[in-house]
Nanobody, 123 residues
Framework: QVQLVESGGGLVQAGGSLRLSCAAS????????MGWFRQSPGKERELVVA????????NHADSVKGRFSISRDNVKNTVYLQMHSLKPEDTAVYYC????????????????WGQGTQVTVSS
């Protein structure tokens, strides 16, 4: 059974930092692309950043370039999202996803999803 479990969300002031983690089990982690998505009330789920299976290629949403970074540890089966210079508009539920040869921004191409972790940025 595939499980993706996110952790690290919380409440932070604008300008602050958070690091999210996503631990994967029941999946051959190293062959999957991994991604972080977010969804806020009334909005569609959107790609934040994705990383390919080797970790050599990443794809960022324009809104987070220069502030957020993704990394993965294929030994620990974990993917991380480091967020700096957080803004109130970054407030959302953040989801971890895994997919094989995904088209990063195409949500339907991602196979497995975590339950999400809330990130709230206060102004």
């Amino acid at each position: 059974q595939v499980q993706l479990v996110e952790s690290g969300g919380g409440l932070v002031q604008a300008g602050g930092s958070l690091r999210l983690s996503c631990a994967a089990s029941g999946v051959s982690f190293s062959i999957y692309d991994m991604g972080w998505f977010r969804q806020s009330p009334g909005k569609e789920r959107e790609l934040v950043v994705a990383i390919n299976r080797s970790g050599l290629y990443t794809n960022h949403a324009d809104s987070v370039k220069g502030r957020f970074s993704i990394s993965r540890d294929n030994v620990k089966n974990t993917v991380y999202l480091q967020m700096h210079s957080l803004k109130p508009e970054d407030t959302a539920v953040y989801y971890c996803a895994a997919g094989y040869n995904t088209a990063y921004s195409a949500i339907g191409s991602w196979e497995y999803w975590g339950q999400g972790t809330q990130v709230t940025v206060s102004s």
